[in-house]
């Protein structure tokens, strides 16, 4: 309570600060935003709850996690083999999935709606009931005409149960809730992670029948039911452009599940236009037109889904912002998902919400410092709220378990051991080097005299200064990427691993390790990692394995195979410069193709500025251009289903099935390269794709124009990387904190004006 007072009191003083200098309409409304967004001490967590399979789709038209399939004469309606999306008819707004089917003796027919989140995943508990609404539409559909259905798990699929069993008063035209044990589906071991509901054909019939499916969820078995009795409470309703941000307040009541909106054009006739879980304070809500007057009210749903009474009516008109205040609205969102999401324990970056641990992120933890930095600068975050952040960060990691100073990727953030996600667990080189690296810009950025700063200062430097760097090099002082947790013998996992190369975030950690005053690495690894690609040919099995490893010479990709330690045995490291000049698209490329995503050859660049690198073997700020000009021109002449040349960064280029996500933070990225290309992509992604796209913390992971899907969730690292970018675009505030770091100002000296630059 005390961070949140404190937070409060510096927000609202910078807004008093402000007001006094600045007088346009734009800075007030981005001023007011910033205030709304921070000072909230409970922001939204997600979008949904783990165990939602199916409440809302994002996108009109047809819902792509969604899969149907029949043959013979059955046939279910579909648009590229997905079903139908309503937004006329739902139970829970704005959206249901529509499944028209005809069943037939001659034939089969089953749909599947796959489970839509990938960090949190619900799993079997032998407690819960399976619970979904369905509205039977056409009125000639008899109850047992109705499909069946079955759970799709990690372990398979299970048998297909009949509906009629579970439903009391069947009726058409009329929406029916269908609750459905979980000890109904046999053979499903507990703890089992659900990959899908899906419904298939039971009885034949002559006639079309037409169903829609709404609100899928795994409920607990037995559950208090909650009076409510007293109004919900609206607190604010800000328009920002197109959208406005709606915050309420959250009662205590424990039988509570969802916030519901309702919004209207003239006060009185109010629509549902979305729902929220209850432990969400805020929405943003896209209005259909700019200038006009909206009412908005909020009701609570129980776990029954009956409403409390409504809350009073908030009055807006949204307006058009500047382009540039949209950009400040855009990174104010993407700093705002790392103001929320963290561990109270270990001050950490909290990527996932489990019951029973609290899972940390190492290398995430780096984006989330330097995006709280620059809050801290546009007086949206307070200085002692990001201090004392700091502080319990580095406290954990001193207490933390290490091995040569090296962390692993995740953390149990109570207990501060390894998590073992999927049964494994690896210290990480390159994860541990990006948070070191950040903590380094901190302590640059908390430069106080003060004894708690100086004390911030003091424990950083003493954890650049644990890490052993040649102990955990290999023969060849290259560091391996990773190693075992639980090897003893440190030179075992030496020779087992690839090392770590490649023209990636590599510069960044050689650099850091190169500078650092205690088992430094000599300047010959810097060349010899970055400019050559690495591979390892493997000789002798205990298992049956592939037999080479390699990685991609831009990006670096090294293949996570835990289960190589201790059954192979390595014969040689192969070697092979990267310097490979082609000419694509009109474009000359120094390294050759770019076969992965850019945004591997941007994340150096999110700390380092491009001119810093002064070896004469590659100017970096010609390769940046040359290449984010080769991957426009590529992606624009491949088509990412819109026409417009300004929305272009694949997430993943190669793919077997055609299927071209659209990463949006790499093109906005490209701001520090050319302002032009970054800006109108920044911007068209916003405009053209904003409603489905972008929420309360920025931009979603990513967006697949070409199949009419998009991500329910958020990459960390994408959120960083552009709330980093614009500020370095703008002010070089990342860029100029990193250049002061002592250590790294006689590394690069000692690097790039007295070592030999030759590449072997």
């Known amino acids: 309570m005390i961070l949140k007072y404190i937070l409060f009191c510096s927000m609202i003083s910078s807004f008093m600060y402000f007001c006094f200098r600045i007088c346009t309409r734009d800075m007030r409304i981005y001023i007011y935003f910033l205030l709304v967004f921070f000072v909230l001490p409970f922001?939204?967590?997600?979008?949904?709850?783990?165990?939602?399979?199916?409440?809302?789709?994002?996108?009109?038209?047809?819902?792509?996690?969604?899969?149907?399939?029949?043959?013979?004469?059955?046939?279910?309606?579909?648009?590229?083999?997905?079903?139908?999306?309503?937004?006329?008819?739902f139970f829970t707004p704005g959206n249901s999935l529509s499944l028209k089917y005809l069943s037939s003796s001659n034939g089969n027919w089953s749909v599947r709606i796959n489970y839509a989140r990938q960090k949190t995943n619900y799993r079997f508990n032998i407690q819960d009931q399976l619970s979904f609404f369905i509205y039977v539409s056409s009125k000639q559909t008899k109850l047992q005409e109705l499909p069946r259905i079955f759970i799709k798990t990690s372990h398979g699929i299970t048998d297909t149960l009949l509906l009629n069993k579970y439903i009391a008063n069947y009726a058409t035209s009329k929406w029916i809730q269908v609750k459905i044990p979980n000890t109904a589906f046999k053979n499903i071991p507990s703890e089992s992670v659900i990959s899908a509901i899906g419904f298939s054909q039971h009885?034949?019939?002559?006639?079309?029948?037409?169903?829609?499916?709404?609100?899928?969820?795994?409920?607990?078995?037995?559950?208090?039911?909650?009076?409510?009795?007293?109004?919900?409470?609206?607190?604010?309703?800000?328009?920002?452009?197109?959208?406005?941000y709606l915050k309420w307040q959250s009662p205590l009541s424990p039988g509570l599940r969802y916030v519901k909106i309702y919004r209207s054009l003239n006060g009185k006739d109010f629509e549902p236009t979305?729902?929220?879980?209850?432990?969400?304070?805020?929405?943003?809500?896209?209005?259909?037109?700019?200038?006009?007057?909206?009412?908005?009210?909020?009701?609570?749903?129980?776990?029954?889904?009956?409403?409390?009474?409504?809350?009073?009516?908030?009055?807006?008109?949204?307006i058009n912002l500047s382009d540039s205040n949209i950009t400040d609205f855009i990174q104010a969102a993407h700093i705002n998902y790392f103001v929320e999401n963290y561990d109270i324990n270990s001050g950490m970056y909290m990527p996932f919400r489990s019951k029973d641990k609290a899972i940390v992120s190492t290398k995430e933890t780096a984006g989330a410092i330097l995006s709280m930095?620059?809050?801290?600068?546009?007086?949206?975050?307070?200085?002692?709220?990001?201090?004392?952040?700091?502080?319990?960060?580095?406290?954990?990691?001193?207490?933390?378990?290490?091995?040569?100073?090296?962390?692993?990727?995740?953390?149990?953030?109570?207990?501060?051991?390894?998590?073992?996600?999927?049964?494994?667990?690896?210290?990480?080189?390159?994860?541990?080097?990006?948070?070191?690296e950040s903590l380094l810009i901190a302590r640059e950025y908390f430069d106080g005299n003060d004894e708690i700063e100086r004390d911030l200062r003091n424990r950083i430097t003493a954890l650049y200064e644990q890490i052993n760097w040649t102990a955990i090099a290999n023969d060849s002082l290259l560091l391996n990427a990773k190693f075992s947790v639980v090897d003893d013998d440190l030179t075992l996992s030496k020779n087992l691993l690839v090392p770590l190369f490649g023209v990636n975030e590599s510069i960044n950690t050689y650099l850091l390790a190169i500078s650092a005053k205690r088992n430094p690495l000599p300047p010959k690894a810097y060349f010899d990692a970055v400019y050559n690609t690495f591979?390892?040919?493997?000789?002798?099995?205990?298992?049956?394995?592939?037999?080479?490893?390699?990685?991609?010479?831009?990006?670096?990709?090294?293949?996570?195979?835990?289960?190589?330690?201790?059954?192979?045995?390595?014969?040689?490291?192969?070697?092979?410069?990267?310097?490979n000049p082609i000419t694509k698209y009109g474009v000359n490329l120094p390294f050759g193709v770019l076969n992965g995503s850019l945004m591997e050859l941007y994340k150096p660049f999110t700390t380092i500025n491009p001119s810093l690198l002064k070896d004469s073997v590659c100017n970096w700020k010609d390769a940046l251009k040359v290449y984010t000009e080769f991957v426009k021109r590529r992606d624009n002449e491949l088509g990412l289903g819109t026409g417009n040349s300004d929305i272009w960064g694949f997430y993943q280029h190669k793919d077997s099935i055609g299927n071209y996500r659209i990463n949006p933070a790499i093109a906005p990225s490209s701001v520090i390269v050319d302002k032009g290309f970054g800006q109108r992509a920044l911007l068209s992604l916003y405009k053209d794709y904003g409603d489905v796209l972008f929420t309360e913390y920025g931009f979603r992971s990513w967006l697949d124009l070409r199949n009419n899907d998009e991500s329910e969730e958020y990459n960390a690292q994408h959120q960083s990387m552009l709330a980093v970018m614009i500020e370095n675009s703008k002010t070089g505030l990342i860029w100029k904190l990193y250049e002061r770091i002592p250590e790294l100002k006689e590394g690069r000296k000692k690097l790039f004006e007295t070592a030999s630059s030759e590449v072997d």
């Open 203 to 244: 009885m034949a019939s002559s006639q079309m029948n037409h169903v829609f499916v709404d609100q899928i969820e795994f409920l607990p078995g037995k559950y208090a039911p909650a009076r409510l009795t007293t109004p919900a409470i609206l607190s604010e309703a800000t328009p920002y452009d197109k959208m406005v």
């Open 43 to 89: 922001v939204a967590h997600g979008q949904s709850y783990p165990e939602v399979i199916f409440d809302n789709s994002l996108s009109n038209g047809s819902y792509a996690k969604s899969k149907v399939s029949y043959r013979g004469d059955s046939w279910v309606e579909n648009v590229n083999m997905n079903l139908l999306v309503s937004d006329t008819l």
């Open 274 to 318: 979305d729902i929220r879980p209850i432990y969400m304070q805020s929405a943003l809500d896209v209005v259909p037109q700019v200038g006009q007057k909206y009412f908005y009210k909020i009701v609570w749903l129980d776990n029954d889904y009956k409403e409390s009474p409504a809350s009073g009516v908030k009055e807006v008109m949204p």
């Open 535 to 579: 591979g390892i040919q493997r000789a002798g099995y205990i298992e049956e394995q592939d037999s080479d490893v390699y990685a991609d010479s831009l990006t670096n990709l090294v293949y996570d195979r835990p289960s190589m330690v201790n059954v192979l045995v390595v014969d040689t490291l192969t070697r092979n410069s990267i310097l």
């Open 373 to 436: 930095i620059i809050g801290v600068e546009k007086k949206a975050v307070s200085r002692q709220v990001l201090l004392q952040r700091l502080s319990k960060i580095t406290y954990f990691l001193m207490r933390a378990q290490n091995r040569n100073g090296i962390y692993p990727a995740y953390f149990d953030g109570r207990k501060g051991v390894p998590d073992y996600r999927s049964g494994t667990a690896q210290y990480d080189v390159q994860a541990t080097a990006s948070l070191i």
